[in-house]
């Protein structure tokens, strides 16, 4: 046989299995992206699950150090737990999915997460702050439920506090501001105060204080979730 040949046939053959090597490498890359990202979102509203959370957010809060312009804020739905027993597990993942949709469009930008249950937590800058501070009205989530007389709502609670470097810390100091605004209904969110939220979690009761009470802001017409 022709050398020439027999080299040409063995480049074509190397060519070829570079080729599929590379195409399998690509693929196996795009399959583990895949996953990763997966890994990172939460199935029900799309948003970062609590490993997204702590990946994004700890990526934004030490990207610089020390005392940034950025508020985390923690938030959860009144009342879920009524409305599974009332209307089914479909009804309160409804509200869980409406919850994440109006969290998102109330900060548009920010980084908003489900970390699990009917809790959320969102990373703000203080523009974005404001903007949720100042709000007349709070959060509402609905759901709309056959087995229902009326649309299910809910009031998000929310808890707000200025990320110091510490992340975990923030957190805290929000989730302790979020129990106050459950009890108090005391405008759409509470900004962390150490004189009244600085408290251990172990002292908190045993069941989260509903805002039965809040109604002022919300349509007659629709049944309270809590």
Sequence with gaps: MNPDLITAFCAGVATAAAAVGATAYWTLQRQLSKAERES???????????????????ARTNSTGGAQDLYV????????????????HEAGDELIADAATALSAAAPGALVARLG????ALLVTWSEFEALRTRS?????????????QTVWSRIAMGAARVDGDLAEGMRQADAAMYRNKAT????????DARADDHAAADRPA???????ARDNVPEHQLEAA
């Design 40 to 58: 990172c979102t939460d199935a029900l509203t799309g948003l970062a699950n609590r490993r997204g959370w702590e990946r994004a957010a700890g």
């Design 137 to 149: 009205m709070p959060i509402v989530a609905t759901a709309e439920q056959a087995t229902a007389p």
């Design 207 to 213: 069941f989260r204080t509903r805002d039965l009470q």
């Design 117 to 120: 249950g009917d809790e959320f």
């Design 73 to 88: 804020i923690l938030a959860d739905c009144n009342g879920l737990k009524q409305v599974n027993d009332a209307y089914g």
């Design 185 to 192: 209904a005391d405008g759409p969110l509470c900004v962390f």
